[in-house]
């Protein structure tokens, strides 16, 4: 059965993202242990790692090697050399979930000792924490990673492809937490950008390196058949400046004609508004008879 733990990173999250790991020191500089730091030693291969930053959940993470001896990955900090280190594959979330879109009352209901969160629903000061099962299944849900009946699911990936397989959890019928992966993500993202170090956003047409680019789903994942979520026309490439959140939100659409076009979510804000209208009207080249119907059924969905 796996565990759910919640890391606060703070100003190490994109140091410790690019490495794969989350690092923490063995004393403080007067030599006293921290509950926070010595709770990474319970941590488990197949736990799964909530982390939280600036405000935000990013990122999910797999466990691939517990906790094991390692010199501080950080430069210019006041901790020492000697610490305590995880191995993780990370899958960072495409749209980041905001403290406040977790139930406060199920954070207060939490509030114990060794929570991530106090009786007020804020998160504590400290590092690493352990997560009850019920939040823990509630933020994967909240972000697509339960499985559902149907779903193609492993339980590990082939070697050396960790990063390239969705991590998601199968909920026994009493809670108990198994950790798969699902090999449709990779099967979709090797699909759209065959190998490549950068490719083309579907929608503003800029040219990025991947890890500024998800592969977004025209039509909801939990909407599609079986057929249709390995479908790899019903995927796209959409940037994390802006293009993906329009578009999953309904602020902008794919017309009849493969252009873009505003809504059927009305912008109101000014500088929303500046932005779509930026965007209305490009063609979007990947459009054709074997994604238009995902494309209508984005707007007819949105426009309800």
């Not at 060794?114 to 690493?128: A, I």
């Not at 019928?173 to 990779?186: L, N, W």
């Not at 500046?274 to 490009?282: C, F, Q, S, T, Y």
Request: aromatic share 8%; with cysteine.
């Amino acid at each position: 059965m796996a565990k759910f733990w919640w890391v606060n990173q703070g100003r190490s999250y994109a140091r410790e993202l690019d490495l794969g790991i989350a690092w923490a020191p063995m004393l403080t500089d007067k030599g006293r242990k921290q509950h926070h730091w010595e709770r990474m030693d319970l941590v488990q291969r197949g736990d799964i790692v909530v982390h939280y930053a600036e405000g935000q959940i990013r990122a999910i993470s797999r466990v691939l090697v517990g906790s094991h001896s390692a010199c501080n990955p950080h430069s210019g900090d006041d901790w020492g050399q000697a610490g305590r280190e995880l191995k993780l594959a990370y899958e960072v979330l495409d749209v980041a979930l905001t403290l406040d879109s977790l139930p406060k009352d199920l954070r207060q209901v939490h509030a114990v000792y060794g929570s991530p969160f106090d009786r007020f629903g804020s998160v504590n000061l400290g590092y690493f924490f352990d997560l009850p099962n019920e939040i823990g299944i509630w933020i994967m849900d909240e972000v697509g990673l339960v499985a559902k009946p149907g779903d193609a699911l492993v339980d590990s990936p082939p070697g050396g492809e960790e990063q390239n397989y969705e991590t998601v959890i199968v909920v026994g019928p009493d809670g108990e937490v198994t950790v798969k992966t699902r090999a449709e993500h990779h099967q979709l993202k090797k699909h759209l950008f065959k190998g490549k170090l950068q490719s083309e956003c579907a929608m503003c047409g800029r040219t990025l390196p991947l890890n500024l680019l998800v592969t977004a789903h025209i039509k909801q994942r939990s909407k599609c058949s079986k057929a249709e979520r390995v479908d790899p026309h019903v995927v796209m490439a959409a940037c994390v400046l802006g293009c993906d959140a329009l578009f999953e939100k309904g602020f902008i659409s794919v017309g009849p004609d493969g252009f873009l076009a505003a809504g059927p979510r009305s912008a109101t804000a000014p500088a929303l508004v500046e932005h779509v209208n930026g965007l209305v009207g490009n063609q979007v080249p990947i459009f054709g008879p074997s994604n238009s119907k995902y494309f209508a059924w984005h707007k007819g969905t949105h426009a309800k």
